[in-house]
T-cell receptor
Framework: NAGVTQTPKFQVLKTGQSMTLQCAQD?????MYWYRQDPGMGLRLIYY???????DKGEVPNGYNVSRLNKREFSLRLESAAPSQTSVYFC????????????????FGDGTRLSIL | AQKVTQAQTEISVVEKEDVTLDCVYE???????LFWYKQPPSGELVFLIR??????QNEISGRYSWNFQKSTSSFNFTITASQVVDSAVYFC???????????FGTGTKLQVIP
């Protein structure tokens, strides 16, 4: 069972370089999310996609863009990487909940460890 | 606005001791959902439990139990007879207001010493 797959697992970039983190889920989930995890700060939401064709900003969207390519795939792009974006990035997905909101459990990928020099 | 506070940054216990991880939440909404996730040293995040605001029934699952109290806005997690495999960072999370955003606490790192 693949679940949520993130690529790459590790990446080192130089300041100013761009790159795209890929995420795919095979659980037919409607909603997908991108988080960053930094020491002492828990997980912070960067962007989310409630359903195919929609994306919205989360708590820390500056410096990032996203694309919901189809129902399975949700990519995160750093246009001009900065050292402050050094972090572990997690993609997650969840099923459509009853009523409104993200009330279903999120399933996470294994994370991408990104270092920006 | 929603907020989750996990005041315990790190906890160390000796194997077989019981341990409780605290979670206090803030929300103005009457309908909300609370979650606990586990992140072992390998790094993946694993869902443990979900509770909605209408269900204050506490739950026991094996060595795990959860105490949800709306009166104190708390959703605490207890591990009975801890084991080394319980060593992980545990996150409490909240979703409210019908939005897609889930707010995570900063996590509690639990170390179980053999």
């Amino acid at each position: 069972n693949a679940g949520v797959t993130q690529t790459p697992k590790f990446q080192v970039l130089k300041t100013g370089q761009s790159m795209t983190l890929q995420c795919a889920q095979d659980m037919n989930h409607n909603s997908m999310y991108w988080y960053r995890q930094d020491p002492g700060m828990g997980l912070r939401l960067i962007y989310y996609s409630a359903s195919e064709g929609t994306t919205d900003k989360g708590e820390v969207p500056n410096g990032y863009n996203v694309s919901r390519l189809n129902k399975r795939e949700f990519s995160l792009r750093l246009e001009s990487a900065a050292p402050s974006q050094t972090s572990v990035y997690f993609c997650a997905s969840s099923a459509l909940g009853t009523g409104k909101g993200a009330n279903q459990p999120q399933h996470f990928g294994d994370g991408t460890r990104l270092s920006i020099l | 606005a929603q907020k989750v506070t996990q005041a315990q940054t790190e906890i160390s216990v000796v194997e077989k001791e019981d341990v409780t991880l605290d979670c206090v939440y803030e929300t103005r909404d009457t309908t909300y959902y609370l979650f606990w996730y586990k992140q072992p040293p390998s790094g993946e995040l694993v869902f443990l439990i979900r509770r909605n605001s209408f269900d204050e029934q506490n739950e026991i699952s094996g060595r795990y139990s959860w105490n949800f109290q709306k009166s104190t806005s708390s959703f605490n997690f207890t591990i009975t007879a801890s084991q080394v495999v319980d060593s992980a960072v545990y996150f409490c999370a909240l979703n409210s207001g019908g939005y897609q955003k889930v707010t995570f606490g900063t996590g509690t790192k639990l170390q179980v010493i053999p």
